[in-house]
């Protein structure tokens, strides 16, 4: 383990002095195979990495995630810094390469799949990513634009919508009163969270067209703990709010219609699409989904080390509280014994033991089951190295 810690300081060291690729590049020559693919040869002899296997017990357990054409959502999530994004991007190459057509998703603002697959995949599309047996597409969520489309939402179906109504029976000036709506609120400050709804309920909206139909994994790299809690507990949110906005646009409607018949006019307004009551259904399918246990998963990442094992452990709770299914907890990075006289390496040894002893005393997180995932001795980027480290893994 001491020549481990040697190797990924030498990559560190090159990394901050020289930012460019060619002195990075020779600074992991050793994992060169890592960011290259050669068809005539087999993966395993392209890589060079070196990693810490974990028993097969706790390691087992793929192969109910790979069975059956039936589509499912995975969505990974944790603590910042742990590896959410490598792990989401590693389980959607094994997936692939276990025969089904996949998508991974980035909800997290900021975006890192990109440089977990070597590829630019920004611009808020569908991109295809090579190197996998089945397809495999990649959606960073442009959170700019997933703002401006549920502003233009509530724009045009919620406070303009009353506002017209209100103003048509010459009570606008009542409007201004309304202010437990807090619509100007919603509109220009949307909550934590709402992008990413918004970006949901479109990803599974364009999933129902026949185009993609075949596709029948999809998983989701979520943004660190807090944002992800308040994105789970979000639809709830806005089923109530968008349902009261809605009740008193229709009581509204009715009246001026009522008014306007005396005097033989028509109200226009009232024949224009609902765009509230549209982004209202799309939280509700994504409530529905979060708490679907035939659909959707959360798998937990975390680190060894107790912090990062409290705050997972308050986030299963959190999820249990929201009824959203959730079966794994994935430790990223360990160790492996070491058999050198480096303290630092067994003192770190001791420390990550010790954070999985908590986890299997803790009452939320030993009900789950246990995966483990190696520290490995360079970056893992690109397909060939997502694949190795989903071997090493998703077993």
Not at 23 to 52: C, G, H, M, W
């Given at each position: ?108 603002p900021a975006h890192s799949l ?16 090579e190197g996998v047996a089945s ?261």
């Open positions: 383990m001491a020549a481990l810690l040697r190797y990924a300081s030498k990559c560190q060291n090159y990394s901050l002095l020289d930012h460019g690729a060619r002195r990075f590049t020779e600074a992991v020559s050793a994992a060169s195979a890592l960011f290259y693919t050669n068809n005539s040869r087999p993966l395993k002899d392209l890589v060079q990495v070196r990693s810490i296997s974990s028993s097969p017990e706790s390691l087992d357990g793929f192969n109910d995630m790979v069975l059956g054409r039936t589509r499912k959502y995975y969505m990974i999530g944790g603590k910042g810094g742990v590896g959410k994004t490598s792990c989401a991007a590693s389980l959607a190459v094994k997936f692939a390469n276990s025969g089904h057509p996949t998508i991974v998703v980035s909800t997290d990109s440089d977990s697959f070597s590829q630019n995949l920004s611009g808020g599309n569908l991109v295809p990513v397809p495999l597409y990649a959606l960073e969520i442009v959170s700019e634009k997933m703002k401006e489309e549920f502003q233009s939402s509530m724009r045009t179906g919620g406070r303009n919508s009353v506002k017209d109504v209100m103003d048509g029976m010459g009570l606008g000036s009542m409007f201004d009163q309304l202010g437990d709506l807090k619509l100007d609120e919603l509109m220009d400050n949307p909550p934590p969270g709402m992008d990413e709804v918004v970006a949901i309920s479109k990803v599974m909206g364009f999933l129902d067209s026949p185009a993609y139909s075949t596709f029948t994994r999809i998983v989701f790299d979520t943004a660190p703990t807090g944002h992800t809690l308040r994105l789970l507990s979000l639809p709830d949110f806005l089923d109530t709010s968008l349902g009261k906005m809605m009740e008193l646009k229709k009581k509204l409607a009715s009246a001026s219609a009522a008014i306007k018949s005396v005097f033989g006019k028509q109200d226009k307004q009232l024949d224009a699409p609902d765009r509230l009551e549209q982004l209202r259904e799309s939280a509700r399918k994504v409530r529905d989904l979060f708490r679907d246990p035939d659909s959707m998963e959360f798998i937990i990442v975390t680190i060894p080390t107790v912090m990062a094992v409290s705050e997972s452990s308050r986030l299963c709770g959190s999820l249990r509280k929201e009824s959203v299914p959730i079966r794994r907890i994935l430790v990223n990075q360990l160790l492996p014994p070491s058999s050198s006289d480096c303290k630092f390496c067994a003192m770190k040894r001791k420390e990550q033991m010790h954070a999985l002893k908590t986890i299997s005393n803790d009452k939320e997180l030993s009900q789950l089951r246990l995966l483990e995932a190696p520290l490995f001795d360079a970056e893992i980027r690109g397909v060939p190295a997502l694949n190795f480290m989903a071997n090493s893994i998703w077993k």
